[in-house]
T-cell receptor, first 112, second 116 residues
Framework: TQLLEQSPQFLSIQEGENLTVYCNSSSVFSSLQWYRQEPGEGPVLLVT???GGEVKKLKRLTFQFGDARKDSSLHITAAQPGDTGLYLC????????????WGLGTSLAVNP | DTEVTQTPKHLVMGMTNKKSLKCEQHMGHRAMYWYKQKAKKPPELMFVYSYEKLSINESVPSRFSPECPNSSLLNLHLHALQPEDSALYLC???????????????FGPGTRLTVL
């Protein structure tokens, strides 16, 4: 059974700090997606990583896909209150790529 | 247009009511999804449509009935729901189901459903 484990589960930091959240699995994924979700809203796709070792940047957010395609990280530089939200990673089920396997999320609070 | 829209935003219904949730996308996507999400949990897949045909039904109770009238629209018909069905219902779409970035899912804002 493929699982995605996210850590930490909760993170509360001050504006301007840096942080990293992790999405780990013992299984290989063909790709991984990162979403941010605000309360009462749908998840917003941030990035898809496909190639092992790939690094993608989205302004202050840096996403990395592990060389073995079993893990990914999201690093935020100089966090802003607007970065507050639930960060979810998801990847296609190897047995049925029509389904996504989801991590449980990292709930981030950035305090002014 | 990269938006998925959902109506209504909020819905309160009794256990004997019949209501429908609506979802629309104009990105030319050929796969559409319904998810249910409880607080502080990831979305749970309910149904997947591919090219307007039901591709996946995740053993969802028959009180939830999906419908895909055309490639841009997805409905979820609700009847005789239970209070435990209260949740955020999310619609999503993707280019298709062929894999890689074509499976990237774009979500609507959701319908907050409360069953009394």
């Amino acid at each position: 059974t493929q699982l995605l484990e996210q850590s930490p589960q909760f993170l509360s930091i001050q504006e301007g700090e840096n942080l990293t959240v992790y999405c780990n699995s013992s299984s290989v994924f063909s790709s991984l997606q990162w979403y941010r979700q605000e309360p009462g809203e749908g998840p917003v796709l941030l990035v898809t990583v496909v190639t092992g070792g790939e690094v993608k940047k989205l302004k202050r957010l840096t996403f990395q896909f592990g060389d073995a395609r079993k893990d990914s990280s999201l690093h935020i530089t100089a966090a802003q209150p607007g970065d507050t939200g639930l960060y979810l990673c998801a990847g296609p089920n190897a047995g049925n790529n029509r389904k996504l396997i989801w991590g449980l999320g990292t709930s981030l609070a950035v305090n002014p | 247009d990269t938006e998925v829209t959902q109506t209504p935003k909020h819905l309160v219904m009794g256990m004997t009511n019949k209501k429908s949730l609506k979802c629309e996308q104009h990105m030319g996507h050929r796969a559409m999804y319904w998810y249910k999400q409880k607080a502080k949990k990831p979305p749970e897949l309910m149904f997947v449509y591919s090219y307007e045909k039901l591709s996946i039904n995740e053993s969802v109770p028959s009180r939830f009935s999906p419908e895909c009238p055309n490639s841009s629209l997805l409905n979820l018909h609700l009847h005789a729901l239970q209070p435990e069905d209260s949740a955020l219902y999310l619609c999503a779409s993707s280019q298709d189901l062929s894999g890689g970035e074509n499976n990237e899912q774009f979500f609507g804002p959701g319908t907050r459903l409360t069953v009394l």
